[in-house]
């Protein structure tokens, strides 16, 4: 059971160009998150679906777009990076039963020269 | 808008010490979660809080839920140089965690 996994792990990019994160999930969960991690701001989300097809805004959606377009997978899309957007990446996905817990992808390492 | 702060955002400790985080929201929340990061890896869930004044133990740490459901605290007693890492609340309201910035703690052998 792998859990959530996020590709790649690492991504060096030059300002202007554009990437790709994958998110995939095998715990069949409707809701799923993207977060940014920087330095002493903790964990801020980008965007988050709860379910397929579905796609809301987070606290800091500028510059990202996501798509849903099935249920295991949430991709998170920078269409002209920015320096501002060197950072740590996290997806999660949210347990439906009461603990309402998250899990948690290994991590983006994204870094914009 | 909803806004969640943690202090202190960093505490070295000796190991044996007692260590204590606090999380403040602007707003009531549904429910307050408590996750561990450690050094170079991804949030990992530790418990979740639903209750007005709720108080849950697990083994040497122990969390509690504010009255009026805006605060939180995370307590461990005798630090141990595996709890090394940082600790986030995040509150639950509208379909989304809003994390606070996080406690950094070291445990110093």
């Known amino acids: 059971n792998a859990g959530v996994t996020q590709t790649p792990k690492f991504r060096v990019l030059k300002t202007g160009q554009s990437m790709t994160l994958l998110c995939a999930q095998d715990m069949n969960h409707e809701y799923m998150y993207w977060y940014r991690q920087d330095p002493g701001m903790g964990l801020r989300l980008i965007h988050y679906?709860?379910?397929?097809?579905?796609?809301a805004k987070g606290e800091v959606p500028d510059g990202y777009n996501v798509s849903r377009l099935k249920k295991q997978n949430f991709l998170l899309g920078l269409e002209s990076a920015a320096p501002s957007q060197t950072s740590v990446y996290f997806c999660?996905?949210?347990?439906?039963?009461?603990?309402?817990?998250?899990?948690f992808g290994s991590g983006t390492q994204l870094s914009v020269l | 808008g909803q806004q969640v702060m943690q202090i202190p955002q960093y505490q070295h400790v000796q190991e044996g010490e007692d260590f204590t985080t606090y999380c403040n929201s602007s707003t009531t929340l549904s429910n307050i979660q408590w996750y561990k990061q450690r050094p170079g890896g991804h949030p990992v869930f530790l418990i979740q809080?639903?209750?007005?004044?709720e108080v849950k133990k697990q083994k040497r740490l122990t969390f509690q839920f504010g009255e009026a459901k805006k605060n939180s605290s995370l307590h461990i007693t005798a630090t141990q140089t595996t709890d090394v890492g940082t600790y986030f609340c995040?509150?639950?309201?509208?379909?989304?965690?809003?994390f606070g910035t996080g406690t950094s703690l070291t445990v110093i052998p």
């Open positions: 999660a996905s949210k347990d439906p039963g009461m603990n309402r817990k998250l899990f």
């Open positions: 679906s709860v379910g397929e097809g579905t796609t």
């Open positions: 995040a509150g639950y309201t509208g379909n989304q965690f809003y």
């Open positions: 809080l639903v209750k007005s004044g």
